[in-house]
């Protein structure tokens, strides 16, 4: 008799990648990276700046390179660059064998613009190519926020045959933008003669966050029908979003794409870790499984799935009416899902911008004390 499989493995085979959320430089030399591979099902990974100013200021390992390019005398950006891009080279070198066995489809590893860009379309492209031409692995992905800027950045540099990540998507509408743009760049790399297949891209939906935001404005109005809302609208959204997904890819400028040997832009559902201590671990894990999904999950967050996740198939594609109900009912009690949506992209760039001069501030100062 066989074992049962595990909850992870059982995410693997209904069709959601699992991408770790973190990356850094001991645990790739210290092989926790590979173990996961192994161990997890882990098929790739994301990264963000906050994720590099937290391997930054913690630990040894990256002190020689430090010292390295203190002696160069390189500047704090351009040592922020090589750092944080020979990590991600290393790490798609640990996922080549998935890459090469998915097709393209996983062994990604998403590094991202620098956040100050997000409303630089010329700037953003510029360093979308810089990105990909210093890790020069065909596995990686380079991350472009979703702002209105962002959506010509990703048409160019998918233009340029570069596979892309698009990250911050909180409302349906910016979705739908997203895919336009994608389908535009496709257009651009297929006039340009680079061959459709080797461009992949995923669009990242943020789940966590629409929940903290509206879950604070349901606890301020505190009737029974606004407490009954609680910790609903994250995932509607992020349903309805796959809905739009569906209907998008099976239409006749995206067939005849595909037909031409394109690749559909996976929806990736972000920011999944658990906000509210109250809701159960896996929340956004177990409610949002689905085919052609990546699903990037913090550690934590992995692990309490892999113990203790139910799976239990198709948890999406049967919810779209009670997700438009559960949003037409905020609505309904004043709070506005396209406001709030507009908010958390605002606030997402903020905070990646906090996160970004931490990093400087860190590496500024282990320059500072190498030289």
């Not at 090469?100 to 492209?125: K, N, W």
Request: net charge negative; aromatic share 6%.
């Amino acid at each position: 008799m066989s074992p049962t499989p595990t909850p992870t493995a059982q995410l693997s085979a209904l069709g959601v990648s699992i991408w770790l959320d973190d990356l850094s430089r001991d645990r790739i030399g210290s092989g926790a990276l590979a173990s996961l591979i192994e161990n997890r099902g882990v098929v790739g990974v994301t990264t963000n700046p906050t994720i590099f100013a937290a391997a930054l200021a913690t630990g040894t390992t990256y002190d020689a390179q430090v010292r390295d390019l203190a002696g160069a005398g390189v500047d704090v950006t351009d040592a922020v660059f090589e750092i944080t891009t020979d990590d991600v080279a290393a790490a798609c070198d640990i996922f080549a064998p998935i890459y090469a066995s998915s097709a393209g489809q996983d062994g990604r590893v998403s590094i991202e613009v620098e956040p100050g860009l997000a409303h630089d379309a010329a700037g953003t492209i510029e360093q979308a190519r810089q990105l990909w031409a210093k890790v020069d692995r065909p596995n990686a992905m380079i991350k472009i926020p979703a702002t209105r800027e962002g959506l010509e950045a990703i048409t160019e540099t998918i233009g340029a045959g570069i596979s892309v990540n698009v990250t911050l998507i909180f409302s349906l509408e910016r979705y739908r933008e997203v895919i336009e743009a994608y389908l535009a760049g496709l257009e651009k790399a297929r006039d340009a003669g680079i061959d459709l297949a080797t461009i992949h891209s995923v669009a990242s939906f943020f789940v966590s966050r629409v929940d903290t935001e509206i879950d604070k404005r349901l606890v301020a109005i505190g009737s029974p029908e606004a407490l009954a809302l609680k910790s609903k609208a994250g995932i509607a959204n992020a349903r309805l979003a796959y809905e739009l997904f569906e209907q998008e890819f099976a239409g006749a400028r995206a067939q005849e794409l595909i037909g031409g040997g394109a690749n559909v832009q996976r929806p990736l559902w972000a920011s999944t870790g658990v906000k509210d201590p109250a809701l159960p671990d896996t929340l956004y894990v177990t409610e949002l499984a689905v085919g052609q999904t990546v699903n990037t999950m913090p550690e934590k967050t992995l692990e309490a799935t892999f113990d203790h996740g139910v799976i239990t198939g198709d948890q999406v594609t049967g919810g779209y009416e009670a997700s438009r109900e559960v949003l037409a009912a905020l609505e309904s009690l004043g709070i506005s899902v396209a406001e709030v949506t507009a908010l958390l992209e605002k606030e997402g760039v903020e905070k990646f911008i906090v996160s970004w001069n931490e990093l400087l501030d860190t590496v500024t100062a282990a320059l500072e004390a190498a030289r």
